[in-house]
């Protein structure tokens, strides 16, 4: 079976084609970016309208298929911002009814995670999935997603884009926050762990009043944000790993992609006597082929054609 994903939660817009057996065999995107304004729902919207056809012309000449080979369409249904969420349905929409293809939704979160596990070929980890609206630890049992604990306000990586543009690093601004910290020293900010769960809005509030005084360096505040924020959520894996008993780790969602948080949680792994896994840098962030995958694991599922912009991983 050639299963088609499109994807459009948040600032990106891709197309997936993955077969029944888990091959990726296109997954192509485009992404909007913003040098100083940030997300705005309306412009991404318009962007994924924009370039909805171009990427699924390139998804399917990459692939080397037409239409006539592709058996089912999914679609990311949520959690996300309502415009570009709404339009990523009637494209597919648009393009299941056009070709006669089962259309079928599926949770963002889910396809994260699903795509991380087949990837790496694993049994049953426990998984921590940080993206920009996301921070949440996750496991699986009697075949439903639990939440064990998750960020009390803002989502890390959003927390990071927030700084970000107030350095005029523009959005997206992880991967230029990452590249500054190789260039810091640490200064003391808020730890906050309740329990299994963490808050993110502290350290913001503190790191934009150290800048705002001009006595710290962008480097330091990028080094210490990583180094605390981290720091937390490593805390509360082990944690988690220590309760549950589980030996594996899989980390997934667009925050995946920092070097230093793959770092920090291997060695909190090795220690412990586990396993650390991460995906590629290209099934890391918001890509049609999680959704594509997700979507084959669902198709006989019965589920409302339309979208929910609050759908949270343990509703499904």
């Not at 979160?109 to 699903?114: D, E, G, P, R």
């Not at 980890?125 to 996750?138: C, D, E, F, R």
């Not at 884009?161 to 500054?180: I, N, Q, T, Y």
Request: glycine letters at 10%.
């Amino acid at each position: 079976m050639i299963i088609l994903g499109v994807e459009a939660t948040a600032h990106t817009f891709g197309v997936g084609i993955v077969t029944s057996e888990g091959k990726v065999l296109s997954n192509v995107k485009d992404s909007y970016s913003s040098p100083d304004k940030g997300m705005i729902p309306d412009e991404i919207a318009k962007h994924h309208k924009d370039v909805a056809e171009e990427i699924l012309s390139k998804a399917l000449k990459e692939a080397g298929l037409t239409w006539k080979n592709v058996d089912l369409i999914a679609y990311s249904a949520g959690p996300g911002l309502d415009p570009a969420l709404w339009e990523g349905y009637h494209k597919a929409k648009g393009w299941a009814e056009k070709q006669g293809k089962k259309l079928v939704p599926v949770n963002h979160c889910c396809a994260h995670l699903s795509i991380g596990k087949i990837w790496n070929k694993l049994e049953d980890p426990i998984y921590l999935y940080v993206s920009g609206v996301n921070t949440q630890l996750i496991f699986s049992e009697a075949g439903k997603y639990h939440v064990m604990g998750e960020t009390l306000d803002i989502g890390l990586g959003n927390m990071l884009d927030k700084f970000g543009r107030v350095l005029g690093l523009g959005f997206p601004a992880g991967a230029k926050m990452e590249e500054m910290a190789n260039f810091g020293n640490y200064v003391e900010l808020p730890y906050v762990v309740k329990g299994m769960d963490v808050s993110f809005s502290g350290i913001l509030t503190r790191v934009q009043q150290l800048y705002e005084r001009g006595q710290t360096s962008k480097e330091d505040l990028c080094f210490s944000i990583q180094e605390t924020c981290f720091a937390m959520l490593a805390e509360v894996i082990e944690r988690a790993m220590a309760h549950t008993g589980k030996k594996e780790l899989l980390l997934v969602g667009g925050v995946g992609a920092n070097k230093r948080l793959c770092e920090m949680l291997d060695i909190m792994c090795q220690e412990r006597g586990a396993k650390f896994f991460k995906v590629p840098l290209d099934l890391a962030g918001d890509q049609g082929a999680m959704i594509a995958w997700e979507g084959f694991l669902r198709k006989d599922e019965e589920k409302e054609m339309t979208v929910n912009p609050h759908w949270r991983v343990d509703e499904v």
